[in-house]
């Protein structure tokens, strides 16, 4: 497909280009470019991917030799001034798929340009990092969002319509597990893994999931973690952590969640990945486990290593479809032509003199708006706390949201004078 000049189009940006982009904005932009965007309320229009902005620009050659007539043309930046590079390309929209440490600092230059941004989980790491953010976002009537594409998980959907129709009542507490192999920290994000910890990168998905679900009041954050595997085991890289939130509601009753995260399951282990939740209300228990609900499949020489024995279809798929057409799709890949709906609708879906209540109207969608984003921030900022003064040889320190003395304090045992952290 040749963008058509006859056509609306959003010209989008890329600020990352690694595994999550191979895996998810890859097969995005090539089904736009190939299909263009169609809704009843703005119309047909392009979304040409037309700059990408890179750490060595390597990945960028490479996708754009392999990918040929699949993607149009587009500008790869690399280096130290990469993204100030990409804002000259002038994207109406640009996506962050950086290292979670990374976001800020490029999604602040991108809207101080004028762009709209989309940023994978978390969205940022600190509360005020997300209030400098949201305040230029809505100084300039940008479009700010964040994907946490486990929302859109059919299982996670069906979950959250049976508490909203208060068919299940009451969350009482939950637990949520997600194993990953050794090959994700060790090779796919070795580079920067130094200092992190596998409960920011991925169990943010299960906090926000909680939090966007049941909804409640996060009073506290407390965790531990264990090390010595991908880093020093006493250093501040980790292997694992294990991180408690404890919520209260309206009628005052308070619910507990312990999130259990690791990227050092061994490469062997029969799922790329290995989610497990439950959760107990005041009448009924909902259970989820990603393996159990998907395929086993063994192909001899290939599985469970170059392969995996089970697979989640419904995150991210290829697909031969009975038509005879191959497609990539999923969960995943839904989530960001969502936004490129909400962004289109805002610019093409009607008159001039109605987009800033256009604007209004998709700010407020609480699933992936920077603005509602602040309880799963303050939780992750926390957790980060924690752990730094564990590894500082200081464990077992406590995160409280809402405190007296600021909006998140941190407790040390032993100290009387807390830490505010915002």
Not at 103 to 110: C, E, G, M, N, S
Not at 362 to 385: F, P
Request: negative net charge; proline residues 5%.
């Amino acid at each position: 497909m040749t963008v058509s000049s006859n056509r609306p189009s959003l010209r989008a940006g890329m600020v990352g280009m690694g595994m999550i982009f191979d895996e998810t904005y890859r097969p995005f932009f090539e089904r736009v470019h190939r299909e263009g965007l169609f809704d009843h309320r703005f119309g047909a229009i392009d979304v040409p991917l037309t700059a990408v902005a890179s750490k060595t620009g390597q990945r960028a050659d490479s996708y754009r030799q392999v990918a040929g007539s699949k993607i149009g043309p587009f500008a790869s930046f690399s280096g130290e001034h990469s993204v100030e590079q990409l804002v000259s390309a002038a994207p109406d929209f640009a996506c962050v798929a950086t290292p979670d440490n990374r976001h800020f600092d490029a999604a602040k230059r991108l809207l101080e340009a004028g762009i709209h941004v989309l940023i994978e989980k978390p969205s940022v790491l600190s509360l005020r990092e997300l209030d400098e953010l949201t305040a230029i976002a809505r100084s300039k009537r940008l479009l700010a969002k964040v994907v946490y594409h486990k929302l859109l998980d059919p299982d996670h959907k069906k979950l959250r319509t049976l508490v909203a129709d208060n068919v299940l009542r009451h969350v009482n507490h939950g637990y949520c597990s997600l194993l990953e192999p050794k090959q994700v920290s060790g090779s796919q994000f070795a580079e920067w893994i130094t200092g992190r910890n596998p409960g920011t990168y991925v169990a943010v998905h299960y906090i926000k999931l909680i939090d966007f679900t049941f909804g409640g009041r996060l009073k506290t954050v407390t965790a531990t973690g264990q090390r010595g595997i991908v880093g020093p085991k006493d250093g501040p890289t980790w292997d694992s952590t294990q991180l408690r939130l404890i919520y209260e509601y309206d009628d005052g009753r308070e619910a507990a969640f312990d999130i259990h995260t690791s990227w050092v399951t061994p490469d062997n282990f029969p799922g790329y990945v290995e989610q497990e939740v439950q959760f107990r209300f005041d009448n009924g228990v909902w259970n989820g486990h990603s393996r159990k609900r998907g395929v086993e499949c063994t192909v001899e020489g290939e599985t469970p290593i170059a392969r995996k024995i089970t697979m989640n279809n419904h995150y991210n798929g290829t697909f031969l479809e009975p038509w005879g057409e191959r497609t990539q799709r999923g969960y995943g890949v839904e989530v960001l032509e969502r936004f490129a709906r909400e962004l289109a609708y805002v610019k093409f879906g009607g008159p001039a003199s109605e987009e800033s209540q256009r604007y209004v109207e998709m700010q407020q969608l609480d699933y992936n708006d920077l603005s509602a984003d602040r309880q799963t921030v303050a939780a992750v900022q926390g957790l980060e706390a924690i752990l730094e003064c564990h590894a500082a040889g200081e464990p077992d320190c406590v995160a409280r949201v809402g405190d007296p003395r600021g909006e998140l304090v941190l407790y040390r045992p032993g100290i009387s004078t807390p830490m505010v952290l915002n």
